[in-house]
């Protein structure tokens, strides 16, 4: 049985960027906070936590002070730097710069939509991290939109500027925006610019990870596919295997795999979300290859 990882899976440049900077402080510092999961995967969390890394809640930031915090990929909004500034805390940012990018260019358009009396909407999770600092930079006047039910929410007669998480599904998003089009005629007879204006706000790393997921996963017979369940990006992209290879299976670690799922297969692929540590993936390899034994005699 050939077993393979994908050289394409693993950790974004936003999410390694963050863990290098916190390994590189927890070695110079007694104690560092972390506002939040650093990645949306538990293993990691754990692996950071043996070092020191303390995770914290936007509610404990308030009750700290003096201390150093450390910001994740995913980005914070206004309020948590002015927390920073009131209670002397240090923050160490790592936040991810195609989300800053985002940000600014979500808080400019607002200000536009302000004076235009419209709206702005973003295609995303509500509650997740990184949607909370683009929100942030509306005054949380921003409508978080996911899925159809969440239309209801937006005034299709007033103008309406979208946005997209960086890590969401660039199918979904269009999806979305052909809805929000047609939203719009039936509200006003007709669509032009200044009535609907849309941004594709995916991050390229993200997006250009599902053709090269869907060529790997056709690729071979089995697709494990590594990732932390509370991982928005790791959902799409599973669904991005599932779409291509029925026998895709979604695990958090390897003792998640049935090794009912190998039988009768000659080549399984790894792969796995922007938050999956690749040393999870070789961990997940090790694994299959220590069943592999069995799984040919079942076969026989």
């Known amino acids: 049985m050939q077993v393979t990882i994908d050289k394409n899976s693993g950790y974004c440049f936003g999410v390694e960027f963050a863990i290098k900077m916190a390994e590189d402080e927890m070695e110079v510092s007694d104690k560092l906070y972390c506002l939040g999961d650093i990645v949306h995967n538990d293993m990691e969390v754990k692996r950071l936590s043996n070092k020191g890394l303390v995770v914290i809640d936007r509610d404990q930031l308030q009750e700290l002070s003096n201390c150093k915090v450390l910001i994740r990929a995913h980005g914070e909004p206004p309020e948590t730097y002015r927390t920073a500034i009131e209670n002397n805390i240090e923050l160490i940012d790592a936040s991810c710069p195609v989300v800053l990018k985002l940000q600014h260019r979500v808080k400019t358009a607002f200000d536009k939509m302000e004076r235009e009396q419209g709206q702005i909407v973003i295609y995303g999770k509500k509650g997740h991290a990184e949607v909370i600092g683009l929100t942030g930079q509306t005054l949380e006047k921003a409508i978080v939109v996911m899925e159809d039910k969440d239309l209801e929410k937006i005034d299709f007669s007033k103008p309406v500027t979208l946005f997209s998480q960086t890590t969401k599904s660039t199918k979904g998003f269009y999806e979305l925006k052909a809805k929000i089009e047609e939203k719009i ?65 979604f695990v958090e670690n390897e003792t998640e795999i049935d090794p009912r799922w190998l039988m009768h297969a000659d080549s399984v692929g790894i792969c796995g979300a922007t938050s999956t540590p690749m040393w999870l993936m070789e961990r997940v390899m090790h694994h299959i290859h220590s069943l592999e034994e069995g799984v040919l005699i079942q076969d026989n």
Do not use: M
């Open 185 to 249: 005629r039936q509200a006003k007879g007709e669509l032009n610019e200044v009535d609907f204006n849309a941004n594709d706000s995916i991050c390229r790393q993200v997006s250009n990870r599902e053709p090269q997921l869907a060529r790997f996963a056709s690729e071979n017979d089995v697709i494990i596919f590594v990732s932390g369940r509370k991982s928005s990006n790791g959902k799409a992209l599973h669904q991005v295997c599932k779409g291509v290879n029925e026998r895709s299976y």
